[in-house]
């Protein structure tokens, strides 16, 4: 069981690798992650679901929970789909690893993940460079890789098959895979039904089963390769077409329409196709699995909420405590619990069957007629319009002889683009702020950015008196510039005000405007633009501009008089020219489709010989011809052996 937390597809060489109906911005770039155990301020709720949060950076997520795998010693693991995966218990405890760099350099993409007959935790990374099969070391966090063929780019699910391999889907071409993890070998089937795979169980007839979001059908296909296709006549022209699939309690097997927003059921000796609309309409039911308690349940990626049905077809929605958190994937954990993501809030959380969340269900997040799942951050934006924010996560910045480090969620930038053109700016958010920027202290205060004295004063007790604190803010002089590079990025300038707050200086003791030009450092997976993703993408990224030049200080000093402007200058080094400086921003890029209710605007072209980045609408349905009830054939098989790295 799998689902489409990213709905977008990765552009690569002219070809799209992940499935969806929409391309999304893509620059995925390697970040350096070391295994940290932390207790998040926020484990869990006073009512069910308890929620452990994996949000660090102002409350967006760092990168999209993309899987989940029940692992020993009552642990969830779960995969971040930009560079590192993590382990979480009950107690609201997360453990992160990183996830090491493929043979080509370029950074994983971690996405399903599996558990094994064994009880071993398996992961795929949809790297469409350099695709990976890994298997966990659940007491270390390290992976065993196997590096499989390019053909296997953006695989989409994973799970074990009754012959002891591990099955996977790769979204790039319509494949299923197979790899022996003792010999190394793997075969890639090719089905010639023109559609993309995409959500992978082991059913209860010694078959794999699959669903493709691109095609309306489910298919079976056995260890030999023969693969038998289904037309659920509900999905025929719907889009997205199908999502999750599972074997329920009753031997059938279970499947979502997110599109349709059925929930259908197929037995396999007859067949037979039966569906079921979900009460919530545009709810875009995602994730399904089977629960302790003899039913189904499933996900409600737009809106928000958790379904159970039973093998009647009874439907049932419960909320979750916040709209906007896209739930996707839904697996059975330790303790009878149900396990679920929700990469819009950047939470995973879990609640007893027998306890659900309670509530009336919430409405769906819609763009138009077609369900989205959306996060808090596109509701800043117009409906239609591409939405972003840039979070920092961290980073350094250094003026002259100053330096500070940022913490997590320092600096927020959000708006629409709605341009690229050379003079193009971002369209503030039609609610909250263009730049947030928190009050970042600065350690020993004023004492502690004396030249070589500082770091020894900035120790002492007189440190802590109140004159000496001294904070760094920033807003915004002028707009958001964006541009495409010649590199083919996205680039924002951020024309900054950095103010100093402390009581001798005044309140207007300010430096700037200073100039910062925030684009990607390298691209480490892959890169081009195409058109906006009705669903979110968050995007790790690294960003360093030394090119900046700082004018010096001015205000500074009691009754705005200025009278300390030459002392403030003279400590940090000012005015410093480009070249001296440096700011250092690992951040978070997210984007997304608004959902603020407006009217929609097209994105225009970019500069001539640049990408651009046109905004697309939804595809109209195509008019659906149903397949046979079942159409049968042989799927093309190639074996190659798979390149075995630690």
């Not at 080509?104 to 350099?130: F, H, I, N, R």
Request: proline share 10%; hydrophobic share 40%.
């Amino acid at each position: 069981m799998r689902h489409r937390a990213i709905r977008g597809r990765l552009v690569v060489r002219g070809r799209f690798v992940l499935r969806g109906r929409l391309v999304a911005f893509t620059g995925l770039l390697g970040t350096t992650l070391t295994a940290l155990t932390v207790m998040p301020a926020q484990s869990a709720l006073a009512g069910p679901p308890a929620e452990i949060s994996l949000s660090k950076a102002g409350g967006v997520p760092e990168a999209l929970v993309d899987g989940l795998a029940r692992g020993p010693k009552g642990t969830v693991w779960f995969a971040e789909n930009a560079g590192g995966i993590g382990k979480a218990d009950a107690t609201g405890a997360v453990t992160r690893f990183p996830v090491a760099a493929n043979s080509q350099k370029y950074a994983g993409v971690p996405s399903a993940m599996a558990t094994a007959s064994d009880g071993s935790v398996w992961l795929a990374d949809a790297s469409q460079a350099v695709p990976r099969i890994g298997k966990v070391n659940t007491a270390n966090g390290s992976i065993r890789f196997y590096e499989l063929p390019e053909t296997a780019a953006g695989m989409s699910d994973l799970v074990q098959g009754p012959d002891g391999a591990m099955w996977f889907t790769g979204a790039g071409g319509a494949y299923v895979g197979r790899l022996e993890p003792a010999s190394g070998n793997v075969t890639m089937y090719q089905a010639p039904f023109g559609g993309l795979f995409g959500a992978l169980t082991r059913g209860p007839d010694g078959a794999l089963w699959f669903t493709s979001d691109s095609t309306p059908m489910v298919g079976r296909i056995d260890t030999a390769g023969n693969v038998t296709t289904y037309a659920p006549p509900g999905a025929a022209t719907a889009v997205p077409a199908l999502g999750g699939i599972t074997t329920g309690p009753d031997g059938a097997l279970w499947f979502t329409e997110p599109g349709a927003g059925k929930i259908g059921r197929l037995a396999p000796k007859t067949g037979q196709i039966t569906e079921y609309a979900v009460k919530t309409t545009a709810s875009q039911p995602e994730g399904i699995t089977r629960g302790p308690d003899g039913a189904l349940w499933f996900t409600e990626a737009a809106a928000s909420n958790i379904g159970r049905i039973t093998r009647s077809g009874k439907v049932t929605e419960y909320p979750l405590p916040s709209t906007y958190s896209a739930p996707t994937r839904i697996i059975p954990g330790p303790g009878g619990q149900l396990w679920f993501s929700e990469p819009g809030k950047g939470v995973i959380g879990h609640f007893s069957p027998a306890s659900p969340p309670s509530g009336a269900p919430h409405p769906a997040v819609t763009i138009g007629s077609a369900p989205s799942a959306a996060t808090p951050f596109q509701k800043q934006c117009a409906s239609g319009l591409l939405c972003i924010r840039e979070v920092t996560t961290g980073g350094t910045t250094k003026i002259g002889g100053f330096r500070l480090d940022l913490p997590p969620g320092a600096i927020r930038v959000t708006g629409a683009v709605t341009d690229l053109s050379p003079g193009a700016t971002l369209t503030p958010p039609v609610e909250g702020e263009e730049l947030v920027s928190a009050p970042v202290n600065v350690p020993g205060g004023l004492m502690g950015t004396l030249p070589l004295i500082g770091p020894i004063l900035g120790m002492t007790p007189a440190a802590m008196l109140p004159f000496n604190k001294l904070t760094v803010t920033q807003s915004l002089a002028g707009p958001v510039g964006l541009g495409v590079t010649d590199a083919g990025t996205l680039q924002a300038t951020l024309p900054l005000t950095i103010h100093l707050g402390n009581d001798l200086l005044g309140p207007t003791c300010t430096i700037g405007p200073v100039t910062v030009a925030v684009a990607p450092t390298s691209l480490t997976n892959s890169s081009g633009y195409g058109g906006m993703n009705l669903n979110p993408t968050a995007l790790p990224m690294a960003a360093k501009d030394t090119g900046a030049a700082v004018p010096a200080a001015t205000g500074c000093g009691p009754f705005d008089s200025g009278i300390l402007d030459p002392v403030i200058n003279a400590i940090i080094g000012l005015p410093s020219p480009s070249g001296k400086n440096t700011f250092d921003l690992p951040l978070v890029l997210s984007l997304g489709t608004g959902v603020a209710p407006a009217s929609a605007r097209s994105l225009k072209a970019g500069a001539a010989g640049r990408p651009s980045l046109p905004f697309l609408t939804r595809p109209a349905p195509r008019p659906g011809k149903l397949l046979p009830n079942a159409t049968t054939f042989k799927a093309t098989g190639v074996t190659t052996k798979a390149t075995v790295r630690p």
